[in-house]
């Protein structure tokens, strides 16, 4: 799987991204697909995951009622749609793909690059 993420950019506080994952290679019908985020000098944190064919989501406390992770099936693409953007959101974004569990953070095997998202207060 190979993984390509892109979206984004500078916003400011209060503001909305929406993060995009292309994926090709493989099929996905059984794959956990997954955003996380890293500062520098930070480990990398999950942020959210969905599960590919039955669409079920995950989310960390603190993205939840804010971000929304979704994907169309037949685009091979992730998404993730960010509101109410917050300055400690600021980070690079990170998307990846597993075969396993929705609710597990672990053992995702495929990532993308980064993508930079900064909100400015």
């Known amino acids: 799987v190979q993984l390509q993420a892109s979206g984004g950019g500078p916003v400011q506080a209060g503001g909305s991204l929406r993060l995009s994952c292309a994926a090709s290679?493989?099929?996905?019908?059984?794959?956990?697909m997954g955003w996380f985020r890293q500062t520098p000098g930070k480990e990398r944190e999950f942020v959210a995951a969905?599960?590919?064919?039955?669409?079920?989501?995950y989310y960390t406390d603190s993205v939840k009622g804010r971000f929304t992770i979704a994907r169309a099936n037949a685009r091979n693409t992730l998404y993730l749609q960010m509101n109410s953007l917050k300055p400690e959101d600021t980070a690079a974004y990170y998307c990846?793909?597993?075969?396993?569990?929705?609710?597990?953070?672990?053992?995702?095997?495929?990532w993308g690059q980064g993508t930079q998202v900064t909100v400015s207060s």
């Open positions: 990846a793909a597993k075969r396993g569990g929705l609710f597990s953070t672990a053992n995702y095997e495929c």
């Open positions: 290679g493989r099929t996905f019908s059984d794959h956990v």
């Open positions: 969905i599960n590919w064919s039955y669409g079920s989501t």
